[in-house]
């Protein structure tokens, strides 16, 4: 317990008791899965980058066994149990998992002269230590290929720890992945990349201390590695749905599933072990639809339209589905019962939401009244660890509806620091709308308690009284989340109420994905910088010449808005700058000076003034943003 930490309320406690008996906790047949075919653990856990930090540590979880704690939700503390076991584990004879290393698992299969790798976690320490543990249990076998399912950084971010640029290049390891991998693996960093990862740090819970008082762990596996980010461009693209490819002597079925889980990815089977990789797509919990660190929003329909593809594909045969999240599924009955309810979650949640907005209710009314079927509700892979049905929903109508729920009270409101003086004047003044924010936590209905003192909060940000308020409901509604990022994102929240901001403790990018990015992204990411007010009267043009691959571009300032063409432009630009497609991306990260410029091989043509005075108007993104205050 951290110092600042509070007991639970008696409300909270009678929750998490009341659902140890409504929930199968007596249904053990996941930690049987769990555990299956365990040949070897790292022990101790810890991993290090060269310069010895720790990046990564299981054993800071050996905290979850038994009962749940009171401060816990029994079933999320269920999930984190399972997820907290880490090894090398047999999956069928010939493919083998390392899981509880890392957000993702690892996943290797046997090939005539090495070995193939599925999904090489999200950095090259965690990899590399995978790949160490696999190898003194299975032998030292050369890595003969390595897959990406998709494009999120869980699914690459390792690959420099199981093989290099130069086996890469000298053709010795393909890196397949599904078509458009390095457009979108690069381009989620780009545009909303500095607000989605000061999110994260409150999603992943990075500044949490673990144990039955803070993070237990984000519902998918435990929490992120934070060694080096890594990427290597794939070699071969998986265009199509029945596509067969055969590395080192694997024979490969690829079903293509863009636009689900991620905009690129593919599920893929192994004919020769009846194995199924379901990639992200069927997991042990209801997944996200919209991510809560902030992302477009995903596509329940394609979801499950895709998966029952995956049961007309591979449902007659499989005998085993493993996924690069969690545990695997045996048994052929078990396999498409499995797949069946994932896809029947994701549809009915779908349809069930569009059938009540289609009766006029909003976001928020379907997330409170929608129940899941009872045969899903007491499935436990169903159940919203890292997605939740709440935000789902909410989800599903942003996408088709958006922001907007069509009543006119809500179409021009006030700010939350307007709204939240307004609020003030109503309820008395600070201290009695304190004071009935206090009466609703006695009261147990911390919902309201977190709604008034929020608007104390923001409109008188130094009221103590509130800010403890805020931070002790935001607890309490953490110690009794069953989804492992709602838990995080209340106590970052109470954190950062009662310490200040811990800002953004983990990096999401890295030289090897930010080189991945096209020059069009890469002016995208100045020109999203450009503070538009300041800039209203700049008029300025610099045309940008690629060196290496004979490319010239256009960017013009004007009204605020940079904009380019790679369109022959009429005239001389005001400056002209010269690169190699591996220097750009120090124009967008290095800054527009000499120095900087010179430093990074970029030369400089015309009136370098024009650069100084587009330089002037830009304003990076804040990594510590305030979240919970004004
Ligand atoms: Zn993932």
């Given at each position: 317990m951290s110092h600042t930490s509070r007991?639970?309320?008696?409300?909270?406690?009678?929750?998490?008791?009341?659902?140890?008996?409504?929930?199968?906790?007596?249904?053990?047949?996941?930690?049987?899965?769990?555990?299956?075919?365990?040949?070897?653990?790292?022990?101790?856990?810890?991993?290090?980058?060269?310069?010895?930090?720790?990046?990564?540590?299981?054993?800071t979880y050996a905290f979850l066994h038994g009962e749940a704690p009171e401060t816990a939700n029994p079933s999320l503390w269920r999930q984190s149990t399972l997820n907290a076991i880490?090894?090398?584990?047999?999956?069928?004879?010939?493919?083998?998992?390392?899981?509880?290393?890392?957000?993702s698992n690892i996943t290797f299969i046997e090939g005539e002269r090495g070995v193939l790798v599925l999904d090489p976690l999200v950095t090259e320490e965690t990899a590399a230590a995978a790949l160490a543990l696999y190898r003194e249990h299975r032998g030292e076998k050369p890595v003969t290929g390595v897959l990406y399912t998709h494009p999120h950084v869980?699914?690459?971010?390792?690959?420099?720890?199981?093989?290099?640029?130069?086996?890469?290049?000298?053709?010795?390891?393909?890196?397949?992945?599904?078509?458009?991998?390095?457009?979108?693996?690069?381009?989620?960093?780009?545009?909303?990349?500095?607000?989605?990862?000061?999110?994260?740090?409150?999603?992943?819970?990075?500044?949490?201390?673990?144990?039955?008082?803070?993070?237990?762990?984000?519902?998918?596996?435990?929490?992120?590695?934070?060694?080096?980010?890594?990427?290597?461009?794939?070699?071969?693209?998986?265009?199509?749905?029945?596509?067969?490819?055969?590395?080192?002597?694997?024979?490969?079925?690829?079903?293509?599933?863009?636009?689900?889980?991620?905009?690129?990815e593919f599920l893929v089977y192994?004919?020769?072990?009846?194995?199924?990789?379901?990639?992200?797509?069927?997991?042990?919990?209801l997944h996200n639809l919209l991510t809560l660190r902030g992302a477009l929003v995903r596509d329940p329909h394609a979801w499950s339209n895709y998966l029952t593809e995956t049961l007309d594909l591979f449902g007659a045969e499989a005998e085993v589905v493993f996924a690069s999240h969690h545990w695997p599924t045996w048994g052929n009955e078990r396999v498409t019962r499995f797949l069946s309810e994932q896809r029947d979650l994701y549809a009915y949640l779908h349809d069930q939401c569009l059938r009540l907005i289609n009766k006029g209710w909003t976001g928020i009314e379907i997330a409170e009244e929608l129940k899941l079927p009872p045969a899903l509700e007491n499935a436990w892979h169903a159940r919203g660890y890292y997605g939740s049905a709440s935000h789902n929903l909410k989800a599903i109508y942003q996408r088709y509806m958006g922001w907007y729920d069509g009543n006119p009270a809500h179409l021009w409101q006030h700010p939350p620091v307007e709204q939240g003086k307004r609020y003030l004047k109503l309820g008395g003044g600070a201290d009695a709308v304190v004071e009935q924010a206090r009466?609703?936590?006695?009261?147990?209905?911390?919902?309201?308690?977190?709604?008034?003192?929020?608007?104390?909060?923001?409109?008188?940000?130094?009221?103590a009284g509130a800010r403890e308020l805020l931070a002790d409901t935001f607890e309490q509604l953490g110690y009794g989340a069953e989804n492992g990022v709602w838990r995080n994102i209340y106590l970052s929240g109470a954190t950062e109420l009662r310490e200040g901001t811990f800002g953004t403790p983990t990096v999401s990018g890295s030289a090897d994905v930010l080189s991945a990015l096209t020059p069009e992204m890469l002016f995208d990411a100045v020109a999203i910088q450009v503070n538009g007010p300041k800039a209203w009267?700049?008029?300025?043009?610099?045309?940008?010449?690629?060196?290496?691959?004979?490319?010239?571009?256009?960017?013009?300032?004007?009204?605020?808005?940079?904009?380019?063409?790679?369109?022959?432009?009429?005239?001389?630009?005001?400056?002209?700058?010269?690169?190699?497609?591996?220097?750009?991306?120090?124009?967008?990260?290095?800054?527009?000076?000499?120095?900087?410029?010179?430093?990074?091989?970029?030369?400089?043509?015309?009136d370098a003034a024009v650069l100084a005075r587009l330089a002037a108007v830009l304003d990076p993104g804040d990594p510590d943003f305030a979240i919970v205050t004004p």
């Amino acid at each position: 317990m951290s110092h600042t930490s509070r007991p639970v309320s008696p409300a909270v406690a009678r929750q998490n008791q009341d659902l140890l008996s409504s929930l199968p906790f007596s249904d053990t047949q996941d930690f049987k899965d769990a555990t299956r075919g365990l040949l070897g653990t790292r022990t101790p856990n810890a991993i290090t980058n060269p310069a010895g930090e720790v990046v990564w540590d299981n054993d800071t979880y050996a905290f979850l066994h038994g009962e749940a704690p009171e401060t816990a939700n029994p079933s999320l503390w269920r999930q984190s149990t399972l997820n907290a076991i880490q090894g090398l584990f047999e999956v069928v004879p010939g493919i083998y998992q390392v899981r509880g290393f890392d957000l993702s698992n690892i996943t290797f299969i046997e090939g005539e002269r090495g070995v193939l790798v599925l999904d090489p976690l999200v950095t090259e320490e965690t990899a590399a230590a995978a790949l160490a543990l696999y190898r003194e249990h299975r032998g030292e076998k050369p890595v003969t290929g390595v897959l990406y399912t998709h494009p999120h950084v869980d699914h690459f971010g390792g690959v420099r720890g199981v093989t290099t640029q130069e086996e890469v290049d000298a053709g010795r390891v393909p890196i397949i992945a599904p078509e458009q991998f390095t457009e979108h693996a690069a381009s989620e960093n780009v545009y909303a990349g500095t607000a989605m990862s000061r999110r994260s740090a409150y999603m992943f819970g990075a500044a949490l201390a673990r144990g039955p008082h803070g993070a237990l762990g984000t519902g998918l596996a435990q929490t992120v590695a934070t060694g080096n980010i890594t990427l290597i461009a794939p070699t071969l693209e998986i265009t199509a749905t029945g596509q067969s490819e055969t590395v080192d002597g694997v024979e490969m079925v690829f079903q293509m599933a863009p636009g689900t889980e991620a905009p690129a990815e593919f599920l893929v089977y192994f004919p020769a072990h009846k194995a199924l990789c379901s990639a992200e797509d069927a997991t042990h919990t209801l997944h996200n639809l919209l991510t809560l660190r902030g992302a477009l929003v995903r596509d329940p329909h394609a979801w499950s339209n895709y998966l029952t593809e995956t049961l007309d594909l591979f449902g007659a045969e499989a005998e085993v589905v493993f996924a690069s999240h969690h545990w695997p599924t045996w048994g052929n009955e078990r396999v498409t019962r499995f797949l069946s309810e994932q896809r029947d979650l994701y549809a009915y949640l779908h349809d069930q939401c569009l059938r009540l907005i289609n009766k006029g209710w909003t976001g928020i009314e379907i997330a409170e009244e929608l129940k899941l079927p009872p045969a899903l509700e007491n499935a436990w892979h169903a159940r919203g660890y890292y997605g939740s049905a709440s935000h789902n929903l909410k989800a599903i109508y942003q996408r088709y509806m958006g922001w907007y729920d069509g009543n006119p009270a809500h179409l021009w409101q006030h700010p939350p620091v307007e709204q939240g003086k307004r609020y003030l004047k109503l309820g008395g003044g600070a201290d009695a709308v304190v004071e009935q924010a206090r009466a609703a936590f006695e009261d147990g209905d911390f919902r309201w308690a977190a709604e008034l003192a929020s608007h104390v909060v923001f409109a008188q940000p130094e009221h103590a009284g509130a800010r403890e308020l805020l931070a002790d409901t935001f607890e309490q509604l953490g110690y009794g989340a069953e989804n492992g990022v709602w838990r995080n994102i209340y106590l970052s929240g109470a954190t950062e109420l009662r310490e200040g901001t811990f800002g953004t403790p983990t990096v999401s990018g890295s030289a090897d994905v930010l080189s991945a990015l096209t020059p069009e992204m890469l002016f995208d990411a100045v020109a999203i910088q450009v503070n538009g007010p300041k800039a209203w009267e700049e008029k300025l043009t610099v045309d940008v010449v690629l060196s290496d691959v004979d490319r010239r571009f256009r960017l013009r300032l004007a009204n605020g808005a940079l904009t380019y063409s790679a369109a022959p432009q009429q005239g001389d630009a005001d400056a002209t700058l010269t690169a190699t497609s591996r220097a750009l991306p120090a124009l967008a990260t290095g800054g527009l000076s000499a120095d900087a410029l010179a430093k990074a091989g970029i030369g400089v043509a015309g009136d370098a003034a024009v650069l100084a005075r587009l330089a002037a108007v830009l304003d990076p993104g804040d990594p510590d943003f305030a979240i919970v205050t004004p």
